[in-house]
């Protein structure tokens, strides 16, 4: 059974920084991305960034410039390094991820972890 946990929530001020966590753990032959997504009240998740096996990244448009994502691959661990950061990211944060496992490919997602912006 594949997991995917996060951790490096919490409440930040605005203009500050926070670091986010996700590991996978259980039995993983390999991964084929690993990237975060957001759900902030009322609206739809969204692609925050995404880093592939290749390390190709990609970026929303919103975060390009303050958010950083980042793979530890022996740990199978993602990071999002937030700086910068302003009300409009305040929101659930989850990890996703495609992994090759007992059970073949499947996208996984964390439990979300809440980011709140605000003074």
């Known amino acids: 059974q594949v997991q995917l946990a996060e951790s490096g929530g919490g409440l930040v001020q605005p203009g500050g920084s926070l670091r986010l966590s996700c590991a996978a753990s259980?039995?993983?032959?390999?991964?084929?991305?690993m990237g975060w997504y957001r759900q902030a009240p009322g609206r739809q998740r969204e692609l925050v960034a995404v880093?592939?096996?290749?390390?190709?990244?990609n970026y929303a448009d919103s975060v390009k410039g303050r958010f950083t994502i980042s793979r530890e691959d022996v740990k199978n661990t993602v990071y999002l390094q937030m700086n910068s950061l302003n009300a409009e990211d305040t929101a659930v944060y989850y990890c996703?991820?495609?992994?090759?496992?007992?059970?073949?490919?499947?996208?996984?997602w964390g439990q979300g972890t809440q980011v709140t912006v605000s003074s």
């Open positions: 996703n991820a495609e992994i090759y496992g007992r059970v073949g490919l499947r996208n996984y």
């Open positions: 259980g039995i993983i032959f390999s991964i084929n991305r």
């Open positions: 880093l592939t096996s290749g390390s190709s990244t």
